[in-house]
């Protein structure tokens, strides 16, 4: 069975955007998203989906929304977190792939937060405004694996830390 992942780019407060879209620019995590992205099935939102504008390519990308009519050329529909997951197995299953990646938005976050195996946190050096979150990270329920500090590069508006945890206990119900 996949492991259920989340890959983020979240600020220090937890914004992970406004208005639609990302409060910062990173061409390095746009790098590192592709490479933990490329050959897996993605569960996203609508919203996240009209921001980045396109189906990605090596990617099935299954849209969550009830409202099957804003449907994306490209891209699966699902309207509900199970049927989404059923479609994602589906994709994972034909391509090989060892992870389902749950990809945003906020909502859509939340949905999933406590069926994820893993999250892949980029954590931005800032604290901007914003509209959409990420959930806290509860270090007494997800063990850091690994943590790297990355300074801002020449396409970057702030400095990042990757890093990557695992769950170390199950959910409180």
Known sequence: MPRLVAVVAAARNGVIGREGAMPWRLA??????????LGKPMIMGRKTLDSIGRVLDGRDTIVLTGRAELAFAGAY????????????????AT???DEIVIAGGGEIYRLFFDRLDRIYLTVVEAEPQGDAFFPAVDPACWRLVCEEKVPAGEKDSAATRFTVWDRAAPPES
């Open 95 to 97: 391509r090989g792939a």
């Open 77 to 92: 529909h699902a309207a509900t977190p199970d049927e989404a997951l059923e479609k994602a197995r589906e994709c994972a």
């Open 28 to 37: 390095t995590d746009l790098k590192r998203y592709r490479q933990l992205t």
